[in-house]
């Protein structure tokens, strides 16, 4: 078992709470978990490759240890987070993941900030652009994203994720999830124990809120070599969005899909992306 490290980092103007195995003078691979979690998400990925990469598991904006400002939860501000990451630990470019809001930060990172990727892989995640037409044209969608539309309600949402405890933290887990034993105690509780940190809660739907406010992108294709990993039973996001990406990649992008693993694919289905990472980020 490798030791995982904790540390402070400073970038784009905030402090960064990170988890960090591996040798310091390794390749960098920089890994981003979603909503609603923490670091710890990557916990198996982190012992996975620290043998061959420098790997760090930030707190993103807003979430777990890391600062949580009133400002700064638009994709172009949290994908500049990830960019001014990469020189903060010491590194010009790195090999990214990215799951869930994390895969939404890399597809953005990749299009604004190409030169600091070497490559990248997303978890269940599409594109922005690419959720909203769904959630637009696609009726099943639009049931499946409620809860985006439940988190732009004010203070609501802030009592119902906190209330008990963070009661409700666990079930959302299980309810994203088809491999329901890849989640025990103990790791649902590091989540909750995350999410209830002073200004965690309000920081994560932070992300939704500003999610209202679309930034414009590059108007050029994606020219960093990629790889999307989908969970094919995913309860909240469809397999259609990993449709027509073409349009929007000029770079080699490789999709593979993991039979019956729901939405949290890294833990659900540890040895099956293990192995789609190591292959993909050590071919050059």
């Known amino acids: 078992m490798n030791e995982v490290r904790h540390q402070t980092v400073k970038a784009n103007g905030i402090e960064f709470h990170v988890a960090a195995t591996g040798d310091p003078k390794a390749p960098l691979l920089l890994m981003l978990h979603g909503f609603p979690e923490c670091w710890y998400s990557w916990r198996h990925q982190l012992q996975e490759f620290a043998d061959r990469f420098h790997c760090v598991a930030p707190d993103l904006r807003g979430y777990g240890d890391t600062e949580k400002p009133k400002s700064g939860y638009d994709l172009a501000t949290l994908s500049q987070d990830a960019a001014e990451l990469i020189p903060a630990l010491g590194y010009e470019e790195a090999f990214v993941a990215g799951h869930d809001w994390g895969g939404a930060i890399t597809w953005d990172l990749?299009?604004?900030?190409?030169?600091?990727?070497?490559?990248?892989?997303?978890?269940?995640?599409?594109?922005?652009?690419?959720?909203?037409?769904?959630?637009?044209?696609?009726?099943?969608?639009?049931r499946r994203s409620w809860y985006i539309?439940?988190?732009?309600?004010?203070?609501?949402?802030?009592?119902?994720l906190t209330k008990k405890e963070g009661a409700i933290i666990p079930r959302v887990f299980l309810s994203g999830a088809t491999r329901r034993d890849a989640f025990h105690r103990e790791e649902l509780t590091v989540f909750r124990e995350a999410i209830l940190k002073?200004?965690?809660?309000?920081?994560?739907l932070a992300y939704y809120r500003s999610a209202r406010k679309r930034t414009p992108l590059p108007d050029q294709p994606i020219r960093v070599p990629g790889l999307l990993l989908w969970g094919k039973d995913d309860p909240f996001l469809g397999i259609?969005?990993?449709?027509?990406?073409?349009?929007?990649?000029?770079?080699?992008?490789?999709i593979q899909y993991i039979d019956e693993c729901g939405h949290w694919t890294q833990q659900e289905a540890p040895e099956e992306v293990n192995e789609a990472l190591g292959k993909f980020f050590s071919t050059s």
């Open 149 to 160: 539309f439940f988190f732009q309600l004010p203070f609501f949402p802030e009592r119902r």
């Open 198 to 204: 002073p200004g965690a809660v309000k920081g994560a």
């Open 110 to 142: 990749v299009r604004r900030h190409p030169d600091v990727v070497k490559k990248y892989a997303v978890l269940n995640c599409p594109p922005s652009e690419i959720l909203l037409r769904e959630v637009m044209t696609n009726f099943r969608q639009l």
């Open 240 to 254: 259609e969005m990993t449709h027509k990406l073409d349009p929007l990649v000029e770079a080699p992008l490789s």
